[in-house]
């Protein structure tokens, strides 16, 4: 509980050097950019990305925009004319018996010059300055910046929780980042130096894994001794849309829980373990008060107390970035969720074993 307690703390210092540090500069000017956009099955979301990528503003900035199909099932072709139409897009397809978005990614980054690789997925809606305010992030000392993402508002209960829990997740990220210690980011939004994927060879150390195409990449180049940044700015944050069904939130939680052991620094593993041991301690806390008894219920409700307080105080540095407000009851409904689910996906994804983009993974 009070590694937890520190580690939330951590998170909002970070929150707060970010929001009071420069969010945007004109050392982005004159730097040429591609935008490489990976994409299967994405037929439903094509037609409004690509008008929000042709509306993103670009002067003084050298835009190119490549989309790699990775084998897509869809009946995309109607799009095809309407991308190869615009000038300095192209598409790229992966070849046979490859597949993936890592592998995707590599693809379009191979095939471009440009000094700065600016990565968005196919499900998001990008505001128009988002180009120009991640590209803005960067100076000489800057290898990778990271960008905020929310889920697109819906009035439903489960939509609403899930845009608690994922602006939970998205300003972990970005507090680590401002406490110089960057772990999770959103491949949703990100950018970074070519020179640099080229230089901690891309994706080669973790391919094999279907997720960790984003944090990965950014703890390679910040292990390089260059500096993170990350754009928390109302006007840069992308939208993507929320699960659809609790399956497929399930699905997609354990396979974003699947790469922590894989994670390169020992310590960085041992951090996380300490974070699953205290949830899994509250799951066992039945087990806690019946040897303990009173005194074990009263640690148990402390432990309940600190941590529902503490999320809540950092969930309120998200206020009116990635959610409206943090509705009370609607936090107090899903604190009932986290437990049980955080636990859930961190076993399941351990063992492996999820269905992502109509294909069967085993991690």
């Known amino acids: 509980m009070i590694f937890y307690i520190h580690f939330l703390l951590k998170i909002k210092r970070g929150l707060r050097e970010i929001k009071k540090g420069k969010q945007s500069s004109a050392s982005g000017e004159n730097l040429s950019v591609t935008l490489v956009i990976p994409f299967r099955n994405e ?175 950014m703890r390679s180049i910040a292990r390089l001794g260059y500096k993170v940044g990350y754009l928390l700015n109302k006007e840069g944050i992308v939208e993507t849309d929320p699960g659809k069904s609790i399956g497929g939130f399930v699905q997609q939680r354990s396979r974003w829980a699947s790469k922590g052991i894989f994670y390169e620094e020992p310590i960085l593993i041992l951090k996380l373990v300490l974070i699953f041991l205290f949830y899994l301690s509250l799951i066992l806390s039945p087990v806690t008060i019946w040897f303990f008894g009173w005194s074990g219920f009263v640690l148990v409700l402390i432990s309940l107390l600190f941590k529902g307080l503490t999320e809540y105080f950092v969930l309120l540095e998200g206020k009116g970035l990635l959610y409206e407000s943090v509705d009370l009851a609607h936090f107090l409904f899903a604190e009932q969720l986290h437990i049980p689910y955080i636990v859930f996906a961190a076993i399941s994804g351990a063992f492996g074993g999820f269905v992502w983009k109509g294909r069967k993974l085993s991690r």
């Open 43 to 217: 037929v439903a979301n094509l037609r409004n990305l690509i008008n929000d990528v042709a509306k993103l503003e670009t002067e003084n900035i050298e835009l190119e925009v490549i989309f790699v199909n990775d084998h897509s099932e869809d009946d995309w072709e109607e799009f095809r004319t309407q991308i190869l139409q615009k000038e300095n897009w192209r598409i790229l397809e992966l070849g046979e018996g490859v597949t993936g978005k890592k592998n995707a990614l590599t693809e379009g980054i191979k095939y471009s010059d440009s000094e700065i690789i600016l990565v968005t997925d196919a499900d998001c809606q990008i505001p128009k300055n988002w180009l120009k305010l991640m590209v803005g992030q960067f100076d000489e000392k800057t290898g990778f910046v990271a960008g905020a993402v929310r889920y697109k508002s819906y009035e439903t209960l489960f939509t609403k929780i899930q845009a608690l829990e994922f602006g939970g997740l998205i300003l972990t990220g970005a507090g680590l980042i401002g406490a110089g210690e960057p772990v999770i980011c959103s491949a949703a939004s990100m950018a970074f130096r070519r020179k640099l994927f080229i230089e901690v060879e891309g994706y080669n150390l973790n391919n094999s894994l279907s997720s960790g195409d984003d944090e990965f990449l």
